[in-house]
């Protein structure tokens, strides 16, 4: 049997045909172009591994450039971020370019323009130009200011550039067509006066380019042959070539923009101005915060680049939006942790177990499984006593025949360990049980091989000594909006969907061999799900993030 290959996307068809059209294999090229205004999400990652998958593919060389046009929002820390993820993903870039970079090339290109008289400075408010465009179904008026002579447009242009002129006094427009059915093409704006610090320029330039104009202009000077974007940028792909006509060199490869859908993700926001209010608003601790969709939170979350990468995968690229339920992302993490993760065994909701006919004083090394997925992971000792601590929740007094855990009088196994027998609890002055006694069958230890120890019992518990347990503070962290699609309710604002059960913090008991675990070391807590190592951990204390419960809460499940 042969292993079919996986069929093409509408993507790989517009190369492939382009391919037999003329362009030639070396000629390919592609980028990923994010605007350092914030950190990557998952919806960035999406079209990470589009197009840097499209660069392993074809062998191509796929750019890294960040499209800084905007200093007012533009920072350091989101390029520095970008690249950790970016790298952290397992993608390498052929060249970091910049866009700030152009932006000599860009000038004299606009100053080009206007000698043709295919661009004017205009003196107008942005309020005025926005209404001047007129709507879909009206056609625009021209600006007074749309006939200035070259020689003042060149005038005003300079000292626009040497920061002459006030900030939002002046604009440069593209001369196309007022009456245009795409509102894009109404004498767009190319560039506008900031007086702000850029990260990489500082304070030589005073006027920026904006992203209509920047774009196509970058993927010509890169020789980007295809420029993927999400389809709201569809109508720009009219501008996106009319300003390629402008600067295009017949003897050079001409780029092509092609637009794809986006996918989003339930029971969270990817906009970067909603997700930047989180962040200010306090509701999470920063832009890695483990409830944020970013990548960064993600993997402070415990996810892995394979986990990541597989989701992309598995949804694909389409024409139409839609919403990818969080579910399908958790269970990829599920599928690429069960494979990798080291099994250890702690106690969230801790109740004592005292096991009455065991020696008291005595310790016993037990051996466990640390990955049954895997046979090379090997095994670990885990210390056996008198005293443990198992959940609550795997306790009841009594009980129907459905509950396969511990209670009166019935028998269940504790891993690793022996069979147990309920036998009696104490309780506090309000009720609340303190201790269950039971007692074990020493002829019972796990993988003994005597008759004892193979009796088939229905429960397993998962324990772990109270003499050698170490407290761990663990995060539980959840879905951090109610509503799968927070932000599109018309009537309330996205933030009242907020999960107030989004992150509860507890202390928990871990066996003793979670003392050496490292920042970003990811287990299986038996029966509870994965969890994985936070940076806030010290020497003092480890602290644990709920990465994912072993099952989909979210979803009627039943044991």
Sequence with gaps: MTNEAAPLNFIEHIIEEDLTKGYKKEQLCFRFPPEPNGYLHIGHASSICLNFGLGERYNAPVNLRFDDTNPAKEEQEFVDAIKKDISWLGYEWATECYASDYFPQLYEWAVKMVKEGKAYVDSQTSETIAEQKGTPNTPGKPSPFRNRSVEENLDLLEKMKNGETKEGEHVLRAKINMESPNMLMRDPVMYRTINKHHHRTGTDWKIFPMYDWTHGESDYIEQVSHSFCTLEFLPHR????????????????????????????????????????????????????????????????????????????????????????????????????????????????PVKLIIDNYPEGKTEMLEAENNQEDESAGNREVPFSKELWIEREDFLEEANRKFFRLTLGKEVRLKNAYIIKGESVVKDSEGNITEIHCTYDPDSKSGSDSEASLRKVKGTLHWVSAAHAIPVEVRLYDRLFTEASPDTNKEKDFMEFINPDSLQVITGYAEPSVKDSKVEDKFQFQRLGYFVVDRDSTSEKIVFNRTVALRDSWTKLTE
């Design 238 to 349: 009219e501008l996106y070539d009319w300003f390629l006509d402008q600067v295009y060199d017949s003897k050079r490869l001409r780029p092509k923009q092609r637009e794809f859908a986006r996918r989003n993700l339930s029971h969270t926001v990817v906009s970067k101005r909603k997700l930047a209010q989180l962040v200010s608003s306090g509701l999470v601790t920063g832009w890695d915060d483990p409830r944020m969709p970013t990548i960064s939170g993600l993997r402070r979350r415990g996810y892995t680049p394979d986990s990541i990468k597989n989701f992309a995968n598995s949804i694909g690229v389409g024409k139409r939006e839609n919403l990818i339920d969080v579910s399908h992302l958790e269970f990829n993490v599920r599928e690429d942790l069960n494979k990798i993760a080291p099994r250890i065994m702690v106690v969230l909701d």
